[in-house]
């Protein structure tokens, strides 16, 4: 098979691009990789698709595994419905069927599709699920505190689906958010903990860690999490490791502390002085006149 591109991106010999391999009436994935589905690993990536938030041009659904050779499905909805259909586990066990018992499969996305990746990891069988900032529910009944999403709740019909019966002792769950940020902090407490189950605290990054990491250069961290080749440890050293670097999380922490009167403030206005972070210099002077 000659070279394909998709985007800009060159395909691998033998790689099939954005090739459907179902289309129902709400949900159509498509498999980028080896021809014949026969990929060794496989991540499965539900919408929206994180970075730079750009489904149809791909983001980090297609150019940017593509370019790192990473065998991948999106996931397209055709309704923001938070997956909430009897369609939702059909899609699943025909996307593993597609691969076969051998594969290693990824489930992995952020918000609405990182729950969509927690609720879908059993079906699909998948080895592992990685969430970034997931929600448990947008049901007003279930999570009062969540005050984002309802234009979205306005135009479903319920909730139907619960992770509890859907997340098991079989794989593994990596978690991912900010502890310092309200409403995802309330979400992640009210995950199911099964055996397997990690965190990775993103101190700093809000609702924005896909953002963060790309902006504190961990991004290569966050694929090789992906590709299952390092642990969620080691990612959470890489995160520590790029604080320093990173605008957001300089920002959220160094903004606590300035306002809480904390002596380690001084230190973010020095890393911000060093980095040239006008923003936040000029955001924090003025609490040393």
């Given at each position: ?48 698709f ?36 009897a ?21 992995y996305e ?12 059993k079906a ?28 979205q ?13 859907n ?44 953002q ?28 520590r ?13 160094g ?35």
């Amino acid at each position: 098979m000659t070279d394909a591109t998709t985007g800009n991106v060159t395909l691998p010999k033998g790689w099939v691009s954005r090739q459907v391999i179902y289309d129902g009436r709400l949900l159509r994935l498509e498999y980028t990789g080896p021809a014949n589905g026969s990929a060794q690993r496989v991540l499965v990536a539900f919408a929206p698709f994180d970075y730079p938030f750009q489904t149809d041009e791909g983001g980090w659904g297609t150019r940017s595994f593509t370019k790192r050779g990473m065998a991948h499905v999106c996931v397209f909805h055709r309704n923001e419905d938070w997956h909430q259909h009897a369609e939702f586990f059909t899609t699943m066990e025909a996307c593993r069927a597609f691969f076969g018992p051998s594969p290693d499969v990824t489930a992995y996305e952020f918000s609405m599709g990182g729950y969509g990746a927690l609720l879908g990891a059993k079906a699909l069988d998948a080895r592992r699920a990685i969430a970034i900032s997931p929600q448990s529910s947008i049901d007003p009944a279930a999570v009062r505190f969540e005050r984002r999403d309802g234009e979205q709740w306005a135009k479903m019909d319920g909730w139907m689906h619960d992770l509890r019966p859907n997340m098991d002792g079989a794989r593994s769950y990596i978690v991912m958010y900010d502890p310092l940020h309200g409403q995802d902090r309330k979400h992640e407490a009210r995950l199911p903990k099964p055996a397997g189950y990690a965190r990775i605290l993103l101190h700093g990054a809000g609702h924005a860690g896909i953002q963060t990491i790309v902006g504190m250069g961990k991004h290569d961290a966050l694929f090789d999490l992906l590709r299952g080749d390092i642990s969620a440890r080691a990612m959470r050293q890489a995160y520590r490791a790029g604080r320093r670097d990173g605008f957001r999380y300089l920002r959220k922490l160094g903004s606590v502390l300035h306002e809480k009167n904390k002596p380690a403030a001084r230190k973010f206005l020095e890393i911000a002085e060093q980095k040239g972070f006008h923003r936040l210099i000029k955001k924090w002077t003025p609490f040393y006149k």
